[in-house]
């Protein structure tokens, strides 16, 4: 990994994303809700993405929304719509298989069904790219040229925090090179006496009160003098979404804590910061941020 060294100044805006699923896609609950069962479940998302665009109207406010292959093919209007309001698509994969359960061929498979996807429905170039559940491991050393080689520009796949299901827990926080160019993105966390603490959203950002996220998020920006990575899901705005039966205590607890206030709080957090999509910071990283060697 290339480090690149540290702005002068920090710009004042920070970067807005969503990963956009469903609500039985998610990690928490793989082994209730296996791929073959998703066409069973009443899909929520699309009402969801409809209140989220509607949300970021309201607060004048573009974003990435990192959109799974297995939605914009269903709703292929739901991408025209997030594409006609201005915001950044990009992909988040096909079928929302954490990367360390898939084998290379696979991966590539996926990345590139997924970007050809986007690309055909929106008329538009994708250049991101996130993990799924920010399964990007090193026991998978050939992601970072399978992004490349499948034409994407960045990633915003490591959420460098002590995690059972994230993978780069020692990774830099802040934006760096892999050895081949790839551009990668980390989200936003904060470092307290040698601890990484993650505040970046989803959900840390239901669980912590607002306050205390919001300070971490200032924190973390000028401790780390970048611009914060902030993201979140449209079922973490979907109080009513249908309860999925078997799941442990631990999954349920992080998949359902506080969905009732998500909302609410992220209207405050648009006031509270100015955002943009992932895509401005990419020439903030090349300008502001020169490599190290
Ligand atoms: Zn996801």
């Known amino acids: 990994m290339k480090p690149l060294n540290l702005p002068r100044k920090i710009p004042d805006f920070s970067a807005l994303s969503f ?12 082994n209730q809700c296996p791929v073959e069962s998703w066409p069973r479940y009443e899909c929520r998302v699309e009402a969801n993405v409809e209140k989220l665009l509607e949300l970021l109207e309201g607060h004048s406010t573009q974003a990435t929304f990192f959109t799974l292959g297995w939605i914009a093919e269903r709703y292929p209007q739901l991408v025209k719509r997030i594409v006609d309001s201005g915001h950044e698509l990009a992909s988040h ?14 991966f590539r498979d996926d990345i590139r069904s997924s970007k050809l996807l986007l690309e055909e429905l929106s ?6 790219y996130r993990a799924p559940s920010f399964s990007f491991t090193e026991q998978c050393p050939w992601i970072t040229e399978e992004l490349l080689e499948a034409g994407y520009l960045y990633s915003s796949s490591i959420n460098p925090v002590p995690h059972d299901l994230y993978g780069y827990a020692n990774a830099p926080r802040t934006p760096f090179l892999w050895p081949n160019g790839l551009l990668e993105l980390p989200v936003t966390t904060y470092e307290l006496l040698g601890k990484r603490i993650p505040c970046a959203g989803g959900g840390y950002f239901r669980l912590y009160p607002y306050l205390v996220f919001r ?15 902030y993201y979140l899901h449209p ?6 979404q249908p309860r999925i039966k078997g ?9 359902y804590i506080n969905l009732s206030k998500t909302e609410q709080r992220l209207r405050q957090l648009l006031r509270d ?21």
Request: proline residues 5%; charged residues 20%.
């Open 273 to 293: 910061f100015n955002w943009v999509p992932i895509r401005q910071l990419q020439p903030v990283s090349e300008t502001l941020y020169q490599r190290a060697d």
């Open 215 to 229: 300070h971490l998020m200032r924190k973390a920006i000028q401790q780390l003098q970048t611009p914060a990575i």
């Open 247 to 255: 799941a442990s205590l631990k999954s349920r607890f992080r998949h």
């Open 19 to 30: 990963d956009i699923e469903d609500f039985f896609q998610v990690a928490a609950f793989e």
């Open 123 to 128: 008329g538009l170039r994708i250049d991101g």
């Open 235 to 240: 079922w973490e705005l979907d109080p009513l």
């Open 93 to 106: 994969g096909y079928n929302h298989q954490r990367i360390n359960l898939l084998n290379q061929q696979q």
